[in-house]
């Protein structure tokens, strides 16, 4: 009995799941269909694809994953404002026609065209003019404008060398095309996912510049609300991190998840599937969900 429950333990979060992912959907570069390709051809072994604020892309990719073979969970990114930062709430495993949580996506999403042309106009305050039509270029869904698509327009108009370079100089709080924006209440994102059937996740939390304070307040909040899991292995980590939030998951005792948080082959730095393991103690947050797990 000891041993069987112990193996089940440490092989269990050996699975190649990679639950976060960005398709042309939101800000990622390629289509439903290439995302589920690459990820076959990695090893990915479980995929969601999570946009964000959206699930329009849902269909297109549990068909695709399907097709070649692949398990799939629905997937969503969620926008919150927690203590005046904005949190990223990942939903996995929910029926993706949920009329709350469609409802309460298209609300989070709606006042990006706003802050798009807000933005552009920071940046034309510093001689950059034009940034709302050129970020455009980049789109294919305008309700989904994002920080990224300028990012993309501003480096291929030579601005900037690389992306990062452009949130740096341009659109990170304090910077001439950052605009203050709120998005969903942390409890209602939760409740859309939750109610939809599916697990809420908090996702990266080592990109937030909060306080230990605040991120015990955000943990705390979280679980209150019924939010089940936080990622443990992103793309967006340092190995310190993933050991950090290994512990914060036991203590809080959360379900553990990873992704890489793909949303570009010239941008990202983590392909699909390529992560390292989850820890061994920890619950993997597709074995609490399994149910949910869409199956070729
Ligand atoms: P938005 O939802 O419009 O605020 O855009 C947020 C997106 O910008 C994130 O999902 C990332 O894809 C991207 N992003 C945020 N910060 C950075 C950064 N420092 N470098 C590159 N991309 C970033
Ligand atoms: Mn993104
Ligand atoms: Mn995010
Ligand atoms: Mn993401």
């Not at 398990?71 to 990942?90: Q, R, W």
Request: charged residues 20%.
């Amino acid at each position: 009995m000891r041993i069987a429950s112990y193996n089940l333990r440490v092989n269990s979060p050996v699975l190649n799941a990679d639950l976060h992912c960005h398709s042309i959907v939101s800000d990622g570069t390629l289509a439903p269909e290439a995302l589920a390709a690459r990820a076959k051809a990695n090893g990915v072994e479980l995929w969601a694809l999570t946009d964000h604020d959206e699930v329009g892309g849902q269909q297109r990719a549990r068909d695709a994953a399907l097709a070649l073979g692949l398990p799939y969970l629905t997937g969503t990114e969620i926008s919150v404002s927690f203590a005046g930062t904005t949190v990223h709430i990942i939903g996995l495993g929910f029926d993706a026609d949920d009329t709350a949580l469609c409802a309460g996506l298209a609300a989070t999403r709606g006042g990006r065209e706003q802050r798009a042309r807000d933005m552009a106009a920071g940046l034309a305050k510093v001689g950059i003019a034009g940034a709302y039509e050129g970020a455009l270029q980049y789109v294919s869904n305008p309700e989904l404008i994002s920080r990224t698509h300028f990012a993309r327009h501003l480096v291929e108009s030579g601005v900037c060398a690389d992306t990062y370079a452009v949130f740096k100089r341009f659109l990170t709080e304090g910077k001439p095309g950052y605009v203050p924006h709120r998005w969903a209440r942390l409890g209602d994102a939760v409740r859309w996912i939750s109610e939809a059937g599916g697990a809420a996740v908090i996702a990266h939390p080592g990109r937030y510049k909060f306080t230990a304070t605040e991120e015990y307040a955000l943990f705390s909040e979280f679980i209150a609300h019924g939010g089940r899991g936080v990622e443990v292995v992103t793309g967006s980590h340092t190995s310190a991190e993933y050991l950090k939030y290994a512990d914060m998951a036991r203590e809080f005792d959360l379900l553990a998840s990873r992704g890489s948080d793909f949303h570009s082959p010239n941008e990202s730095r983590v392909d699909l599937g390529a992560l390292p393991w989850l820890p061994g103690t920890l619950s993997p947050v597709w074995e609490a969900i399994e149910a949910r797990v869409q199956r070729p």
